[in-house]
């Protein structure tokens, strides 16, 4: 079993959906707590409803400096024990207190194929450009922003004539799919960074 701290600044719709998977026993986890970037998140009421231990830092506290925030979460999980943290949706870019406490331990689910669409806005990017084929990817965080080694993707057909909302649905979907199996193939000790910084699974 390994034990998740998760970060979230919006929803939590992924965070919901690891601890389903875990409470189906489809994922050999726990979610050990759960920060979030903003303390009117509707994921920290999800979160409580759970049963989860949860907590929020206020912007003032992002607003001191970029390792501010960083030097509690990570100082938080540390307490907690957990094994890797889960960033699902969270708004706020990781740093290197967080990196190095915590290394090659800090995931990030992004809701494009990267190396294309990078940054806040891929869903609406994806959808701008036409292209016919979107996607999720998971990966490990690095210093670069969406940059770190990926560990799994997951493409989708952009149905035509689709809206953006549609889009929206049909790669959230996917990412409700995908973290949780990631995290278990984890869980299972399968994921392996190699000496050129590409990840290989081993089934």
Known sequence: MIKLGVLISGNGTNLVAIQEAIEAKKLDASIELVISSRP????????????????????????????????????????????????AGYMRKVGEVILKAFPDRVLNLHPAL???????????????????????????????????????????????????????????????KLYPEVLQLLAEDKVKIMGDRTVRIFY
């Not at 490990?140 to 993707?153: K, M, R, S, T």
Request: glycine share 8%.
């Open 40 to 87: 009117k998140a509707k994921g920290l009421k999800r979160a409580h409803d759970m049963g989860l231990q949860t907590m929020s830092l206020s912007s003032d506290i992002y607003d001191l400096g970029p390792s501010a925030a960083d030097e509690i979460i990570a100082s938080m999980m540390r307490q907690n024990e957990v094994d890797y943290i889960v960033m």
């Open 114 to 176: 990267l190396p294309s669409f990078p940054g806040a806005h891929a869903i609406e990017q994806t959808w701008l450009s036409g292209v016919k084929v979107a996607g999720v990817t998971v990966h490990f965080a690095n210093e670069v922003y969406d940059q770190g080694p990926i560990i799994a993707q997951r493409a989708i057909e952009v149905p035509e004539g689709a809206s953006l909302g549609e889009l929206e649905e049909l790669i959230h979907a996917e990412e409700h």
